[in-house]
C-alpha cells in the first residue's frame, strides 16, 4: 500500500517535473536538453558555473540562431541572440516587455520584493515614474558632498596598506567605501556612527549578503510550485532582513518628523516624494471598456519607502564595488592606461584646487572612458532579464510567445563578441571615445528602455570618485596572489563575484 502510495507521487513529481519538457521542440526553437526540476543545464545548481556564464555559454552554443529555449525549473524560457530582437524587447515592443518577472506570484508580495527592480505591473509604473526626478543631476550633486565624504575615509584605509607594504583585496576596500556611501546617503546614517564597524545598518548589510541554505531552498520552492499557497507564505528574504530594514527605516524617518532634513540623501528623497500624495498614473495592464489604460493610484507608504531604501543597498552596492575594483584590476595590469587615467586625474583636480567635487568628477572623461570599458571586459551583470506581458509575435518570425514567458539577454557573450566589439578580450579604453564607432546600441551595462538602472548616473558618479580618489594618491599594480583572469564564484546570481577577490599592491605615488 504504501509502496503504491510513494510510487504515486513519484509519477506526480515526475509528471510536474517533466510535463513542460517538449515545449521548444513543438515550436521549433533549438533549445538546451532539460533534467527534471532542475531545468537545463545543473552546472548552476551544483555550482560549477554562475548564472551569467551559463547563460553566456548558453548563446555560443548556438551562433546561427536568433534565439534558442531553455527551462528555468519547469518553465519555458528564451534566450535571445539578435541585436534587432534585444532591440524589439528592451526598447520598441517594451510594452509587451515591462516586467522583470523575478517575483513567482501576482498578489501578497512580500515587503522587500516590492523595490523598484523586483515589482512589476502597476506597482513598478507609479514607482518608477515617483522616482525618476529623484535621481535628476540636480539631485545627485547636491548628494555628492556625502560621497566626496566617504572617498576621504577611503584614502586614510588605503595609506595604512600602501605603507605596510602588504597586498590589499581591492574588492573588499571598494565594498567598505560602498556600503559606506549607501549607509551615509541611502541610509541616511551620520559618519560617526558609520566609522563605529559595530553599528547595527552594518549587520544588517552583511546579512542581506549571506545567502544561507534556507534561501535557496525557499527560491526552489517557490519557483517549482508557484500555484501551491503554503509556499506562498515563505518569504525570498529571510524575515529578519524584512523586520531590520524597516524598523531601521521607520526610525530614521521618525527622527526626521517625516519631513526632508537638508541632509539630501535617499531618506529625504523618499519623504520628499511622499509628501507629494498618492502615486496616481495610466495602468500597464487594466484597460476600460473603450480600450483606453485605467487609472491607478498607490500610496507612498512607510513599507513601500523601506522597499525602496532596500534596493538602494542591493541594487546599488555589488555593482558598484564589483565594476570600480574590476576597473583597478585591469588598470594594473595596464600600466599605460593607468598612467593616462592618472594624469588626467591629476590635471582635472589642479584646476579644483585639489578638491573632489562632482564637476570635476564629471570632467575625468578618460577615466570615464575606462570604467566603461572594464565594465565591457569583466561586466558586473552579465545578463538581462525581462517577461513577457501578453502573447507575442517577434517581428518577421512565426514564433509567438506566451504570457509570463521568461525571456533573458546574455550581455556578457555580446560584449565578447568580434561581429560587435573589435578585439573583443583587449582591454582599450578608447575604443569609447565619441569619436569612435561601434555597436553602442549592444553596450548595455545598466540595460535599455524604460527599465533600464534608475541609479547609472549615480553609479557612476560614486565609482569614479573612489577610483579617482584612490589613483590620485596611489597607483596599483598586481601582487604576488594577483590572478590575471580571476575566477568567477559559481555561486554568483546577479552579480558576477570573484573567487578570492582582486589581491593588488598600493604604492604611494611620488608627486
Ligand atoms: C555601477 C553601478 C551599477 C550597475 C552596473 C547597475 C546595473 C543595473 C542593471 C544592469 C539593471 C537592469 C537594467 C535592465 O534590466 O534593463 C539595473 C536596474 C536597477 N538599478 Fe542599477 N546598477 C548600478 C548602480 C545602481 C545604483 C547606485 C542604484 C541606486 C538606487 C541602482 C538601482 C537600480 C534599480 C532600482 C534598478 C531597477 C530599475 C527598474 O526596474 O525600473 N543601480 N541596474
Ligand atoms: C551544460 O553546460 C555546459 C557548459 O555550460 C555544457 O558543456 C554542457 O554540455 C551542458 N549540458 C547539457 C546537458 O546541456
Ligand atoms: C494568449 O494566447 C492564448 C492561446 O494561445 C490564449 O488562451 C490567451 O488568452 C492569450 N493571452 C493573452 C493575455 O492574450
Ligand atoms: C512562417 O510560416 C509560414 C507558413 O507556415 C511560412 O511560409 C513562412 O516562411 C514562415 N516565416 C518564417 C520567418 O519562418
Redesign the pocket.
Known amino acids: 500500500m504504501w509502496l503504491l502510495v510513494l510510487a504515486f507521487f513519484v509519477l506526480l513529481f515526475y509528471y510536474y517535473g517533466t510535463k513542460n519538457h517538449d515545449y521548444w521542440k513543438k515550436r521549433g526553437v533549438k533549445y538546451d536538453e532539460p533534467i527534471i526540476f532542475f531545468g537545463s543545464n545543473l552546472s548552476h545548481i551544483i555550482k560549477k558555473h554562475s548564472l551569467s556564464e551559463r547563460f553566456y555559454e548558453l548563446h555560443n552554443q548556438y551562433p546561427d540562431e536568433k534565439y534558442v529555449g531553455y527551462f528555468e525549473a519547469t518553465n519555458p524560457a528564451i534566450l535571445v541572440r539578435d541585436p534587432e530582437l534585444i532591440r524589439a524587447i528592451?526598447v520598441t515592443d517594451f510594452r509587451y516587455f515591462h516586467r522583470?518577472g523575478l517575483s513567482p506570484h501576482k498578489q501578497d508580495i512580500e515587503l522587500l520584493m516590492r523595490?523598484?527592480?523586483t515589482v512589476d505591473g502597476d506597482a513598478?509604473k507609479l514607482l518608477?515614474q515617483r522616482m525618476t526626478p529623484a535621481?535628476s543631476s540636480a539631485k545627485l550633486k547636491a548628494m555628492f558632498p556625502l560621497i566626496v565624504e566617504r572617498t576621504a575615509k577611503l584614502s586614510v584605509i588605503a595609506a595604512s596598506f600602501a605603507e605596510k607594504g602588504e597586498e590589499v583585496d581591492v574588492r573588499n576596500l571598494i565594498a567598505r567605501y560602498t556600503t559606506d556611501f549607501i549607509g551615509a546617503c541611502g541610509f541616511g546614517i551620520d559618519s560617526k556612527t558609520l566609522d563605529d564597524e559595530e553599528n547595527e545598518f552594518r549587520s544588517l548589510g552583511k546579512r542581506i549578503f549571506m545567502i544561507t541554505t534556507r534561501d535557496i531552498l525557499v527560491q526552489l520552492l517557490k519557483r517549482t510550485f508557484p500555484n501551491i499557497d503554503f509556499f506562498k507564505h515563505l518569504n525570498i528574504f529571510a524575515p529578519e532582513i524584512e523586520r531590520k530594514t524597516l524598523s531601521l527605516v521607520q526610525q530614521i524617518m521618525s527622527q526626521r518628523d517625516y519631513k526632508p532634513s537638508g541632509r539630501n540623501d535617499f531618506i529625504d528623497m523618499m519623504l520628499e516624494l511622499r509628501q507629494k500624495g498618492k502615486m496616481v498614473g495610466e495602468s500597464v495592464d487594466k484597460r476600460n471598456p473603450d480600450g483606453t489604460p485605467k487609472i491607478v493610484e498607490l500610496e507612498l507608504d512607510d513599507q513601500l519607502i523601506a522597499a525602496q531604501v532596500f534596493?538602494?543597498f542591493a541594487?546599488?552596492f555589488e555593482?558598484?564595488s564589483s565594476?570600480s575594483s574590476s576597473l583597478l584590476h585591469l588598470l594594473a595590469y595596464h600600466p599605460d592606461e593607468q598612467e593616462k587615467v592618472q594624469k588626467e586625474i591629476d590635471e582635472v583636480m589642479a584646476k579644483y584646487d585639489g578638491k573632489l567635487c562632482y564637476d570635476a568628477v564629471k570632467d575625468m572623461k578618460y577615466l570615464e572612458m575606462a570604467f566603461k570599458e572594464s565594465?565591457r571586459v569583466m561586466p558586473?551583470?552579465g545578463f538581462?532579464?525581462?517577461k513577457t506581458a501578453g502573447n507575442y509575435t517577434f517581428p518577421g518570425t512565426n514564433l509567438t510567445l506566451e504570457d509570463r514567458t521568461g525571456v533573458v539577454i546574455s550581455t556578457q557573450a555580446l560584449y565578447d563578441d568580434e561581429k560587435y566589439f573589435e578585439d573583443p578580450k583587449s582591454f582599450k579604453p578608447m575604443r569609447f571615445h565619441p569619436d569612435n564607432k561601434f555597436r553602442r546600441d549592444l553596450f548595455?551595462?545598466?540595460?535599455?528602455?524604460?527599465?533600464?538602472?534608475?541609479?547609472?548616473r549615480?553609479?557612476?558618479m560614486?565609482?569614479l570618485a573612489g577610483v579617482a580618489a584612490l589613483l590620485h594618491e596611489f597607483s596599483v599594480a598586481p601582487s604576488k596572489s594577483s590572478k590575471r583572469y580571476p575566477d568567477i564564484d559559481p555561486t554568483s546570481t546577479i552579480i558576477q563575484n570573484v573567487l578570492g577577490g582582486l589581491p593588488l599592491l598600493l604604492v604611494k605615488r611620488k608627486k
Open positions: 528592451l522583470r523595490n523598484l527592480f513598478w518608477r535621481f534596493v538602494f541594487a546599488g555593482t558598484s565594476s565594465m558586473p551583470v538581462l532579464v525581462r548595455l551595462p545598466f540595460g535599455d528602455g524604460p527599465r533600464a538602472c534608475i541609479g547609472e549615480l553609479g557612476i560614486q565609482a
